[in-house]
């Protein structure tokens, strides 16, 4: 028996598992007054301090749903996950390697210092603005609409519906982000990008500016749980070895300079957005005892209020919570 992990010894009933996630939320609700909403995007500042919610989908069928499950949100950087992948599905794993690096920086998400001083080869990874707008610049196409319908592409076949654009939240982004179009114009000094500059930051605002909701992202983690195969139809979404590439970068760099925390002490591959979702994935694990979820599940978080890094303050604590609960930890 693992340390810290609750002796489920009891038939792990959806309703079961239920009244516990229903307890956690109502108690970690409590941490979203330590968090603040993002406002250097204005509209994100309308989001409601105290919402939290969860989302969990086991690959066995169960689905937990627990507080503020049904409000949509925008994707932000958790879209980075899915325009690398696009990126890779396109171009192929090398081509993008050789452009954008797989190392964690521990600096902010939109921290430029390392191009500056560091005279990079290519930025350091695919999440951070820099190398995420790089990848966008990469994707085919030669306008927005083009180089993101893929991205919705793929969302649509693993939402099961094609989302929309916060068009309110696309011109919040766009009208407000000099820190980004810094970060373009360095990149294009750099011979970074292969696209064009204005036309990559406009595809980049409107993939963050994604409309969707906390069931989205348990179905997203499900399948990355599962190598990138939807396990209720076992049709491959995702090529195998680009989901696994998918979740290491999840895993070092997803909650940018919290990543090293997040994997010490919840120890599963997650992706966090400044709109305050997150998307964790707890891949198949085997354990002495029967505990939930043991053949993987992914796990959607809703709370906008955010710590330092601009991840969900509640949601991380939360996750912290059930990875113990639960053992989920892939170490
Ligand atoms: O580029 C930005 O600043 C936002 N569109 C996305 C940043 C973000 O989600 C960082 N994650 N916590």
């Not at 996630?21 to 330590?34: G, L, P």
């Not at 982004?173 to 294009?188: C, F, K, Q, T, V």
């Not at 354990?287 to 796990?299: A, H, M, N, Q, V």
């Amino acid at each position: 028996m693992v340390q810290g992990a609750a002796n489920w010894n009891t038939e792990l009933t959806e309703e079961w598992l239920q009244n516990y996630v229903d307890d956690w939320v109502a108690f970690y609700r409590k941490m979203t007054s330590d968090g603040k909403v993002a406002s250097y995007i204005p509209i994100l500042e309308e989001a409601n301090q105290n919402h939290l919610g969860i989302t969990i989908m086991g690959n066995n069928g169960m689905t937990i749903r627990s507080g503020d499950t049904d409000i949509p949100f925008t994707i932000q950087s958790i879209s980075k996950v899915i325009s690398f992948i696009v990126g890779c599905m396109e171009r192929g794993v090398q081509y993008m390697l050789d452009r954008v690096d797989v190392e964690p920086t521990g600096e902010a998400f939109n921290s430029i210092m390392h191009l500056e001083m560091k005279q990079l080869k290519k930025p350091f990874n695919p999440f951070i603005n820099a190398g995420a707008i790089t990848v966008t610049s990469m994707l085919e196409g030669n306008t927005s609409d083009e180089k993101l319908k893929p991205i919705i592409d793929l969302m649509e076949r693993m939402f099961g519906y094609r989302p929309a654009l916060n068009v309110d939240v696309y011109e919040s982004e766009r009208d407000s982000s000099m820190r980004n179009r810094a970060i373009g114009y360095y990149l294009l000094e750099t011979g970074f990008l292969e696209s064009d500059m204005n036309i990559t930051l406009e595809t980049y605002f409107k993939q963050c500016s994604i409309e969707i909701t906390i069931d989205d992202l348990a179905k997203f983690g499900m399948i990355l749980a599962n190598d990138g195969e939807d396990p209720n139809s076992q049709e491959e979404i995702i090529p195998r070895p680009i989901a696994r590439i998918a979740k290491a970068l999840m895993l070092t760099c997803g909650m940018y300079d919290a990543s090293g925390k997040f994997a010490t002490y919840v120890g599963i591959p997650a992706k966090s957005g400044v709109s305050g979702g997150i998307i964790a994935v707890s891949p198949p694990r085997v354990r002495e005892e029967e505990l939930p979820f043991l053949d993987g599940c992914g796990i959607g978080v809703y709370g906008p209020a955010l710590d330092e890094q601009g991840n969900s303050e509640a949601g991380i604590r939360l996750l912290r919570h059930i990875a113990k609960q639960w053992d989920l930890s892939i170490f």
